[in-house]
């Protein structure tokens, strides 16, 4: 398959995936459209060596989670007002309040309790994804399972 043919395959297979963790961590469309295209431009400008999809997909993850902690530094340097938040996104108001619960996480346990309860890795390969070993990532599971509680109730009970 040509270089297009696997660019087009990896954004039908992981564009949609890819734009959810970045609707989570940076909370603005705008922003989580171009995390993703700015990801898919540099798998398609590096060509990475990869070796099969698994590598190929946390590849990708790891490139758009880098791509989102760029926008987030670059946000606190240049503040902005905030634009939309994640009630479009939810089924019932059960589930907006958990996503709005989920914003107000620090970025740190977001994104691991993203891909471990949306995307359903498993800790190693998160581990892998952000480089941090697994045993801090069982640690940011916890506490943002504890700060994700927290804020629920505090906000929304």
């Avoid at 009630?87 to 691991?112: N, Q």
Wanted: aromatic share 10%.
């Amino acid at each position: 398959m040509s270089d297009n043919g696997n660019i087009i395959r990896a954004v039908e297979k992981y564009g949609d995936m890819l734009y959810r963790i970045c609707i989570v961590m940076l909370q603005n469309s705008s922003d989580a459209e171009d995390a993703v295209q700015e990801t898919f431009l540099s798998y398609f400008r590096s060509s990475p060596d990869i070796a099969d999809r698994e590598h190929e997909k946390a590849w990708l993850i790891k490139t758009v989670t880098n791509k989102c902690r760029d926008t987030l530094r670059y946000r606190k340097r240049h503040p902005a007002e905030s634009e939309d938040k994640l009630w479009f996104y939810t089924r019932d108001d059960e589930d907006s309040h958990i996503l709005e619960a989920l914003s107000m996480v620090p970025d740190k346990f977001r994104i691991v309790l993203t891909l471990h309860y949306v995307e359903e890795y498993k800790v190693n390969e998160i581990s892998e994804m952000i480089g941090k070993s697994p045993s801090a990532v069982k640690m940011r599971l916890q506490k943002g399972r504890k700060l994700l509680e927290n804020i629920y109730r505090k906000e929304f009970l």
